[in-house]
Every structure is written in C-alpha cells, then in structure tokens.
C-alpha cells in the first residue's frame, strides 16, 4: 500500500493543513485545513499539491466573505480589535499588544501562533540575550571564551582569513571594535599562524590579564576602585604592544 505524505503544517496557498481528515466517499486521502481568514475545511491531497484548493474559498469571494470573526480574541500579546485588508484581500486584522504596541496582522499567523506580538517579544529575547553575555571594555568575555572552538569557517577555510584575487591569503583579526590586517600569506598555514599568534596575544590575554585582575580584588577589595582595570592595544612596525595592570 502506497504510504501516505504527512502534509500536517505545511502551507499551500491561503491553507495551511492542520491534520488528517477522514477519507472522502471516493477513498481519497483528506485534510483539514485553516485558511488565512480564520475559517477550517478539508481539501483533498490532490487539491492541496496541484494549486487547485488554495483557500477555504474567500479568494473567489473576497477577504469579508464568510471570515470567522475573531474580534476581542487574544493571540500571545496581541488582541484582535477589527479586520482590515492588505493588497491580496486576505483576511488581516488590527492588532493591539500588551506592551501599547499596535500591529497588522493576517489571520493565518495569529491562528498559527507565527505572530504573538507587536515586535516587542523578540525585542525582550534579544535584550535577555545581551544581557546573558558579559560585556567588558567593549569586549565579549563569552565570545573570547568561545573563538577556539568556534566551528563557523569562511569560504577561506578558517576564521579571519580572506583570499585575495591573486590567491594570497589576507588574515585579520578583530578586538574591542578595532580591526586588524595581520599581514597577506602565500600559504594557508602561514595564514592560519598569523591568527592563531594574534588570538593568544589578544583574546587569551585579556582573558589572563583580567582573570588575575579579579583574583587580586579579592584579595584587595579597593583595588577595583583605586587602580581600575585596563589593557591596551597599540601596533608598531607590525607588531602588538600591549600594556595591563592584570599581572
């Protein structure tokens, strides 16, 4: 017997399938849909993948048509207050979010769960991120901790290497917001050297330096306060000079 495709979440048109569906009285495999005015119907498979069905039918009759009123009812943040339309007559609602925010948004993603609020959500997501990484001297302690076993690789194979159009290797590396060339390499290794001698002098030896900085406060809580912690980066004839009261 031939196996059935699970169509369950995916989208065709204004349907977005829910679950499967009895079969019809032909035996065909059927689904229940929700289209993006709101309103539930079930389409064939056949219907769904040939781009026959692509709504409950309110495209043919306009967004208004028949549209499950959804006034007052709440998705996440937001609160349906009264439908509007876009361009494509599809179902889309004017949104008030808990934050004060108000937003547009079509049925199918409030029904879905796609859109939960006026932006404000993933405004807060971001900012608790930010806030789980420590920040230092314009300086990521998280990111530092994590450069050796970053796997992310550019097109040069390793991180901060560029390949020049004469097929040199350009490698460069990035500290408290100021960028360094560390000097173009006919080889990769060479290339690869360059960075890695950069991230020992610069990464792991701010996180050194400021790891005994902060052992020495606890042994002397106001040094923090009298002598704050600095590491300097300064560049001559090519090579990094660094300066710290993290000894």
Sequence with gaps: MRQTDDLTDRQFGELTVLRRAPNDKYG????????????????????????????CGCLR???SYNALDIT????????AVYRTKNGNSRSVWHCVCDCGGEIDVSAS????????????LNDEKRSRMHEHMRYRDDTCIERLRRIETDKTENKAGFRG???TKDGRYRASITF?????????YKTYDEAVRARLDAEEQLH????????KYK???EKDPDREKNDPFYYTVSRVNGEFLVSTNGV
């Excluded at 007052?72 to 609160?79: K, N, S, Y």
């Design 28 to 55: 065909k495999t059927c689904w229940v849909c929700r289209c993006s005015c709101g309103n539930e119907c079930v389409v064939q498979t056949s219907s769904l993948k040939s781009g026959h069905r692509k709504s």
């Design 61 to 63: 009759h306009g967004a």
């Design 72 to 79: 007052g009812q709440r998705f996440g943040r937001l609160v």
């Design 109 to 120: 993603s409030l029904n879905s769960g796609r859109t939960m609020s006026c932006g404000c």
């Design 161 to 163: 290497l560029y390949i």
């Design 176 to 184: 408290r917001k100021v960028h360094y060339t560390l000097g173009y």
């Design 204 to 211: 792991k030896g701010y996180l050194d330096a400021l790891e």
């Design 215 to 217: 052992r020495s406060t």
